[in-house]
C-alpha cells in the first residue's frame, strides 16, 4: 500500500469514538471466532450492517504497517482491517467509500497498550490515501464498553443486555467444544456441530435479540447442548483437566495461538479456556470498585455532589454486573443438567482470593487480576495443569508468570508459559507434550490419594 506523511493527532480525537453505526457498514474484528458472528447478528437485529472481517490473512500487511514493538495483537487486527479495505477496494472499485465504514476497535483503560490499539491504528488509516475518512468506531472498558452513542440511546440498554447475552451463548459454545471434542464418538463429529451452532444461534440472535426474547435463544442453545452431548463416547475416561488464562485476544484467538487448545487435546488434555463474559463482568465491578473508593473518599471530606456522583455510578455499575451474573447463572444453569459444562469465577471471587493471599492487587489493574486469581481458582477445583497464552512482552501475562511461579512449583501443579508472536517455534510442541506428561502424572496422584 502507498503511504503518505503522518497527519496531526487530531484526528485521534474526532475520528475515533462512539459514532453512530446507523447507515454505515460496521467492521467487526474476529477475536473469539464464534463470538464475532453473534455479536454481528445482534447488530444486525438493531439495524446496524455488521460484517465480520476476515482474521489472519493480512498479517504481512499488519508487520509491514508496525514496527514491531507493538503488542501481536495490534498487528494482527492491522494486518485484518487494511486486507479488508484492500479486498473490498477491488471488489467495488470506483464506488469504493471509506466513509460507508466504521471500523469496531474497542480499547481498555488502565496502563495497558490495548488502549492505544485504535489510536495507532488511525494514524495507519490517516497515512494511506483516503482512508482517513474511515472512522474508527470504539467502546471503552472506561464506562464498562457502554454502546451510548453509537446506538440510538433509547435502544442502548437493550443492545447491551442482548451482546451481553450473545457473549454468554458465545462462551457456552465454546466450552461445549472443549467438553465434547475429547470424547467424541468420531473425529471431526464436535467442530461440525459447533460450525453449524454459529450459524443457527446467529440467525436466533437476528430474530430474537431486538425483543430480548432471551428464553426462546436459551431454547435452541439448549438443543445445541443436548446434541453435543450424544456426540460423546461414554466408554472414554475422564482426561486431565487443563485451565488456560492468560490475554483475552491471544487465548481466544485460534490462529494467533495456534490452535493450542487443539494441540493440548492432541497430547490428551481436556480444557477449559477462561471466559469472554468474565472480562466484561470484571469491566462493571471495577468501575463500581474505583466508585466505592471515590464515594468513601468524598464521605470523608464531607463533598455532598461528588458523593452524589459516586453513589449514582455504584448503583449503575452495581445493576449492570447484577444483571450480567444473573444472566449468566440463568444460562448455565439451564444447561447443567444435560451436560457438566463448567462455570465461570465470579470476579467479586477472584479479588477476594486476591487479598486474602495477599498476591496482587485489583488497584493496579489489567488481566493480572483474573488470571493471578484464576490460577488460584483452577488449582483449588483440581486442575491438573494450568496454560498462560499470551502475545510476547505483553505486560498482565508476565506478572501473572512472575507472581504464580513460584506457588504452582511449589504445590507440583503443571504450568507451561506460551507467548506468541506469530512465527512458529520449533520447541513448542515439544514443551506442550511434557507439560501434558506432567499433568498426566499430576492427575494419577490426584486420583490415588482419593
Ligand atoms: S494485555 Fe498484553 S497484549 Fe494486550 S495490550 Fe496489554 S501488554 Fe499488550
Known sequence: MESRPLPTFHSLSQKVGAFSARDKTFLIPQ?????????????????????VMDTYKGLDLGREFTSGKECFPCQVTTGDILHFLEEEKARLGESFDPEDYIYFMPEAGGPCRFGMYNKFQRIVLDSLPGLENLKIGSLTSDNAYSPVGMIDEDKATDFRKSAFMSVVAADILDRLLWRIRPYERDPGLADALIDEAVTSMSEAFLRHSEKKEFDTILDRLEEIVRRGGEIMDPSIPRKPLIGIVGEIYLRTHTQSNQDMIRVLERYGAEVVNASIAEWVNYTAYDRMREARIGLCRNLRLLRFREIRNYASKIVSYGLDLWYQQSRQDKAYRRLKPIIDLPGDHRVGDLEEVLMQKDLFSFEVGTEACLSIA?????????????????????????????????????????????????????????????????????????????
Open 31 to 51: 477475536m473469539n471466532r464464534i463470538g464475532c458472528h453473534l455479536l454481528a447478528a445482534v447488530f444486525q437485529a438493531f439495524g446496524v450492517r455488521a460484517r
Open 374 to 450: 484464576g490460577i488460584m481458582e483452577y488449582m483449588r477445583e483440581g486442575f491438573n495443569g494450568v496454560v498462560n497464552v499470551y502475545p510476547f512482552t505483553c505486560m498482565p501475562s508476565t506478572i501473572t508468570s512472575a507472581v504464580v511461579r513460584p506457588i504452582v512449583n511449589r504445590r507440583r501443579l503443571p504450568y507451561l508459559d506460551t507467548p506468541c508472536d506469530g512465527t512458529y517455534q520449533p520447541g513448542r510442541e515439544a514443551a506442550i507434550r511434557t507439560f501434558m506428561y506432567q499433568a498426566h502424572q499430576h492427575r494419577d496422584r490426584a486420583l490415588q490419594s482419593g
